[in-house]
């Protein structure tokens, strides 16, 4: 077994607004590739950039990608990215049982009663009191209801997505830093 030493950027965010700490490691590893380190509160995002164009360091490409393309590059499993939003079913369902009333998909006593039924979708809190109600949400919303649930991003995401957007800042700031000093 060998080991190398490897040359490591780190820097700790003190005061991003309304979050914790962040700290931050960057490894140039080659002439245009890299990886980068965010923890913050215990939490660790990291993603390895095999291929960022020879003009760029881990530094630059960070700076020029946007947060949503990051977002879904450190984020764990971005398969997830967005959750249902819970808040929001009843309202969808009150929508579409009129559409489909004035479209005439359904019936007048049909959607009298799904009326009725939607009530408890309105304290939805998670899936497992939306398995309670899949026969409702199956009628109102169809086969596919789960394609035609309202979602959100996942706190989790919003959260990384703080954090990128705060680590960009800081970058912004030490390459201004360094610019002044080689001035």
Not at 68 to 79: A, C, E, G, Q
């Amino acid at each position: 077994m060998k080991t190398k030493d490897i040359e490591v950027s780190a820097f700790r965010i003190l005061a991003p607004q309304g979050l914790d700490p962040i700290t931050v490691l960057i490894e140039n590893t080659a002439k245009g590739a890299g990886q980068i380190t965010l923890s913050c509160f215990g939490e660790a995002w990291n993603h390895f950039w095999p291929r960022m164009g020879e003009q760029h360091t881990l530094e630059t490409f960070f700076l020029s990608a946007s947060t949503d393309y990051l977002s879904n590059k450190l984020f764990p499993n971005h398969l997830q990215r967005s959750v249902t939003d819970f808040s929001e079913v009843y309202k969808q369902a009150k929508t579409t049982i009129l559409e489909d009333r004035r479209e005439h998909a359904i019936d007048k006593q049909t959607a009298k009663r799904l009326w009725t039924d939607i009530r408890d979708l309105k304290h939805l809190s998670d899936d497992y009191e939306l398995q309670e109600h899949l026969e409702t949400i199956c009628e109102v919303f169809g086969q596919e209801w789960y394609e035609l649930l309202p979602t959100k991003d996942h706190h989790e995401f919003t959260y990384l997505c703080k954090i990128i957007d705060a680590v960009k800042e800081a970058l912004k700031l030490r390459t201004a830093e360094q610019l002044g000093e080689a001035a």
